[in-house]
T-cell receptor
Framework: GAVVSQHPSWVICKSGTSVKIECRSLDFQATTMFWYRQFPKQSLMLMAT?????????EQGVEKDKFLINHASLTLSTLTVTSAHPEDSSFYIC???????????FGDGTRLSIL | AQKVTQAQTEISVVEKEDVTLDCVYETRDTTYYLFWYKQPPSGELVFLIRRNSFDEQNEISGRYSWNFQKSTSSFNFTITASQVVDSAVYFC???????????????WGAGTKLIIKP
């Protein structure tokens, strides 16, 4: 149980394009979803936390207009990288938890490459 | 301040050797969880263990074992008889005050890259 599906797993696109990444909890309802960014050879960096039906809470230094997060249902959250540029290239990972005191379950990540 | 330190950036051993990955944490809370995750080259995070702050018993799961010592704020991970498939980056993480934290955020260590040579 507790499967989180993240799609796409890999995307390459031109600079200036907006890219949407989906994170779905397949067998549970996720009240909270998290979005992380991971640069090569570095640890995970939390970008934002989203609770279903509420606006996402962004970590300091993360541009909310650049990284749009929507958590419209208990099984789906999306991260849209708007007007992506090469410096946005990274590995993005989502996670979801069923309740606030439950551990996070992670998606397999999305490798984003902006040319 | 909350912090997780994995001082070993990279460890390289020959297959079948035992290897210990260190994790030291800082927290002012008395209730918290500690985690270990494995991240193979493919990128996905594989959950290995969760330990709550009230349970100091060491745990063994096959070739994996964990030593939780509150006195030294450490939660070390040992792989015995290492195998090439164990090669990955291993992350230690802390979640504080699980009883009241509304979002159960994880504080991550920097990770230790483990290389198992055949």
């Amino acid at each position: 149980g507790a499967v989180v599906s993240q799609h796409p797993s890999w995307v390459i696109c031109k600079s200036g394009t907006s890219v949407k990444i989906e994170c779905r909890s397949l067998d549970f309802q996720a009240t909270t979803m998290f979005w992380y960014r991971q640069f090569p050879k570095q640890s995970l960096m939390l970008m934002a936390t989203s609770n279903e039906g509420s606006k996402a809470t962004y970590e300091q230094g993360v541009e909310k207009d650049k990284f749009l997060i929507n958590h419209a249902s208990l099984t789906l959250s999306t991260l849209t990288v708007t007007s992506a540029h090469p410096e946005d290239s990274s590995f993005y990972i989502c996670s979801a938890s069923q309740y606030s005191n439950q551990p996070q379950h992670f998606g397999d990540g999305t490798r984003l490459s902006i040319l | 301040a909350q912090k997780v330190t994995q001082a070993q950036t990279e460890i390289s051993v020959v297959e079948k050797e035992d290897v210990t990955l260190d994790c030291v944490y800082e927290t002012r809370d008395t209730t918290y969880y500690l985690f270990w995750y494995k991240q193979p080259p493919s990128g996905e995070l594989v959950f290995l263990i969760r330990r709550n702050s009230f349970d100091e018993q060491n745990e063994i799961s096959g070739r994996y074992s964990w030593n939780f010592q509150k006195s030294t704020s450490s939660f070390n991970f040992t792989i015995t008889a290492s195998q090439v498939v164990d090669s990955a980056v291993y992350f230690c993480a802390l979640s504080e005050d699980w009883a009241t934290d509304s979002n159960y955020q994880l504080i991550w260590g920097a990770g230790t890259k483990l290389i198992i040579k055949p």
